[in-house]
């Protein structure tokens, strides 16, 4: 007899229910359009559908972590199928990290419904760029969403699945999330979360949040499986392989992972891709260049620079929708004031209090090159990129050590900044700000950096990249 995985996991969490007659139907279901579940499929679903007694989902946030190839996905074509032909949802989201994922995915769902008339007279497939979606003659839609930086908000889905879930950042979550809330407090109760990953590798914040609350504590309506090995499992004990793998046997062979993964893979990617085993979580300081924890250490909420000891910078988002004059100034005590001087949503508004300001200090208005500001300013000095990379490594350093430099008031919308930005390499080890690749307006930082980094230069003695504007 062959031999297969695992079909229950190592580490569970399973809610509070009163039924799992919902499970039952979906597996029932999934046998209409061809689709046969094995065990533990079977059993992932019997509990992410599970109910209370009044008819809501036991578990509104589920998570399911196993390794790759062994049939996760035929779980959630299951779960969507029922939700649109068997539950009528109005509204559900799949949404993949890659859209070669989001793609194939769809035209799986399209097969399953081709393969049954009754489906096919009750809803069309949409392939349209952007708008690929199931939509049904009475409206109901299953959308197929490709996950970025400008992940779309609105709506109010029914239910809402991440596939590919380590990808998940916490800027796509709080684009999607929230819609759900609409949802809390119907007849049906609130809708449902589905995170489907592999294991967590280091920048998977998001989905090491969810395992670390499901395997360190016992939140409430939460389903949780892992299909995993203890960290310090042999990597060549074939057992670990069967207890990691519920497909294996099935839909994986053990030849075929000792021909061509085991002692191919490297160590680290063998233990994430088949054996289960989380990376460590970046820290904080991994994650941001200037950690949020070090920001509002440097609060000084009477912080006041020399007037006649700063430097002041304006900058845009790339979207040219807002921007902001920021700050850079010496104290007597020689430590450096930091601040948002004004914002403006408007250019022509935003370039007279810029003007305004810098006539009142007698000072030059440091702009970045691409920012396309300085021929509208009565004095600007325009700063390249290779001393706008100067300036970022500059500040960064500053608000490091045993005796960092900058003082600031704690301004809600630069903490904003600084949580969002990311940094992107410049020449030979040097780094900028990465306007294009952050989510949301850093202006704040980028002109606060210029500033930072133009404090205490002589404008008539300046290196060749800065140009001079008046």
């Not at 969403?145 to 979550?173: H, Y």
């Not at 060549?236 to 021909?259: C, F, H, K, M, T």
């Not at 970022?392 to 045993?402: H, P, V, Y």
């Amino acid at each position: 007899m062959t031999r297969v995985g695992d079909q229950r996991p190592r580490l569970s969490l399973l809610p509070e229910c009163d039924s799992i007659e919902a499970g039952d139907e979906v597996i029932e279901f999934a046998r209409r359009f061809g689709l046969e579940l094995d065990d533990w499929q079977q059993w992932v679903v019997r509990h992410m559908c599970a109910e209370r007694s009044d008819g809501s989902w036991a578990a509104t946030k589920s998570t399911l972590l196993v390794p790759r190839q062994c049939g996760k996905s035929a779980i959630l074509e299951a779960i969507e199928m029922a939700s649109l032909f068997l539950w009528e949802d109005t509204h559900v989201i799949y949404s993949a990290h890659l859209g070669k994922t989001a793609t194939d995915h769809m035209r799986r769902i399209n097969r399953h419904m081709l393969s049954t008339p009754d489906f096919r007279r009750r809803a069309r497939m949409l392939t349209g760029k952007g708008d690929e979606r199931v939509e049904t003659h009475d409206g109901r839609v299953l959308e197929f969403i490709t996950r970025g930086k400008k992940t779309a908000r609105g709506g109010s889905p029914n239910r809402v699945i991440f596939d590919e879930a380590m990808f998940l950042t916490d800027d796509q979550i709080q684009a999607m999330v929230p819609a759900l809330a609409a949802q809390s407090m119907n007849d049906d109760g609130a809708a449902q979360m589905i995170y489907a990953s592999s294991a967590p590798i280091a920048e998977s914040q998001v989905l090491h949040r969810l395992r670390d609350a499901a395997t360190k504590g016992s939140p409430s309506r939460t389903f949780f499986a892992e299909w995993s090995v203890p960290p310090d499992t042999d990597p060549a004990d074939r057992d670990g392989w069967y207890q990691a793998n519920p497909g294996l046997g099935v839909r994986i062979s053990a030849e075929w992972i000792e021909d061509n993964e085991f002692g191919t893979l490297s160590d680290e990617a063998f233990a994430i891709e088949r054996l289960g085993i989380p990376q460590e979580p970046l820290s904080e300081s991994q994650i941001r260049p200037i950690p949020l924890t070090t920001w509002d250490s440097l609060i000084d909420a009477t912080s006041t620079p020399d007037p006649k000891r700063c430097a002041i910078a304006l900058d845009t988002n790339p979207e040219r929708t807002w921007f902001t004059l920021s700050m850079a100034g010496e104290r007597s005590d020689g430590l450096i004031h930091c601040e948002i001087t004004k914002s403006h949503p408007g250019k022509a508004s935003a370039i007279a209090m810029a003007d305004d300001i810098a006539a009142k200090l007698d000072l030059p208005v440091v702009v970045s090159e691409t920012s396309g500001l300085a021929d509208d300013l009565v004095n600007a000095v325009t700063m390249k990129s290779g001393e706008q990379a100067l300036a970022t490594s500059k500040l960064i350093d500053a608000t490091r050590g045993e005796a960092p430099l900058v003082r600031h008031r704690g301004e809600p919308a630069m903490r904003r900044s600084i949580e969002m930005a990311q940094t992107k390499p410049y020449g030979d080890g040097g780094v900028v700000w990465s306007r294009r690749t952050t989510s949301g307006d850093i202006s704040p930082l980028t002109a606060l950096t210029m500033a930072f980094g133009f404090l205490g230069s002589d404008v008539d003695q300046m290196p060749d990249p800065f140009v001079v504007f008046s």
